[in-house]
């Protein structure tokens, strides 16, 4: 029996045409095209700047002066990169699939994998320079990383100008310990099946490259992050970098997420104690120990994370296995008793006004009497 292969790709290539067809005459896409929203955004924008999709792009590089500015402003984001790019390299040989890295105006800053010189359609935008931001080419994953600042799969003819119709591309933006998106990283093959499966590698690879950046970071302790039960040590760790007062320095974008904003807007700095409810000096103190123990982390909110405090040189995790949660009462029972100790303090100095203890404790009142052991007042 004959793949439905084809006759699906056809009609998929017809739907996207459609919407194409319908954003020139209309203005506007309809809900119910076969195109995400992301997508029909940026064709909008392109169109609202006098672009239409039969123009001829050009890929026009940079000057040498603001490409240096470029390498030198991206040096640490570069030297991240490295490893991240060699091990993405090796997940797509023989894909036809090459690796593009910008800053985060769009620039390319680097170049690796399977880009085929020969192909004119590869060596336009496979070289370091090129400006493929949404202003200089349209629909593009790069453009459309750095727009939306989330991981993008587009395919032919989901590009906006009917010249790029041959690309094929996954893009995810990088973003800096501070959480400012410093660039992107980019997948794109020319005249090559759909595979979306690739805006999961991209995005993960982004991640790491992420990861990177901050554990270059100057810092005197490092938090590997985690909801109990989730084994930490791993890729899925949100990382809290910390100066020798306490300071956060930087978080990766899944510590943003699982404490409530780790990093102060304004530039004002965050210490640990705004974030953890328990004492900031007892993470250092669990640092030193070896293995460091597994921890029970407090939060103001009333959740609990675990976590490994780790100095530098032990980064990656204890070189030995640490123990389960369920092996750890040692290290978790001394937090507690700090935990316990604060609430107290809060309710004492609120001259036993629980109500008042738990509004400045960012908690609510029956989380301050179960810590205490008492039952809820009526």
Known sequence: MPSSAPLAT?????????????LLAQGAVSAHAEVEPWIARSWQRCLAQGHRPSQRVVFDAVSAPALRRS?????RLLHAARPVLEQLTRAIAGMRYFVLLTDAQGIVVDVQGDCDRQDPRCSAIGRVGIDLSEAAVGTTAIGAALTELQPVWLHRGEH???????????????FDPLGRCVGMLDLTGVDVPERPELRHLVARSARAMEDALLL?????LLLRLNWPGCPLGG??????ALDGDGFVVGANSTARQLLPQPLALHGAPTHASDLLAMPWAALFDAARRHPPPLLDLPLWSGLRLQAWALLPQDAHGPRRAAP????????????????????RRA??????NVAEAARVLGISRATVYRKLGHPKAP
């Open 216 to 220: 270059h970071l100057p810092h005197a």
């Open 10 to 22: 056809a009609h998929r290539h017809a739907q996207i045409a459609q919407a194409r067809q319908a």
């Open 71 to 75: 390498q030198e402003q991206n040096r």
């Open 324 to 343: 389960s949660l369920a092996g750890a009462p040692s290290a978790a029972a001394p937090l507690r008793e700090a935990e316990t100790a604060l609430i």
């Open 160 to 174: 906006f100008y009917d010249d790029n119709g041959s690309y094929s591309c996954a893009g995810a933006p990088l």
């Open 235 to 240: 890729e899925g760790d949100g990382l809290l």
């Open 347 to 352: 309710v004492q100095d609120a001259r036993g």
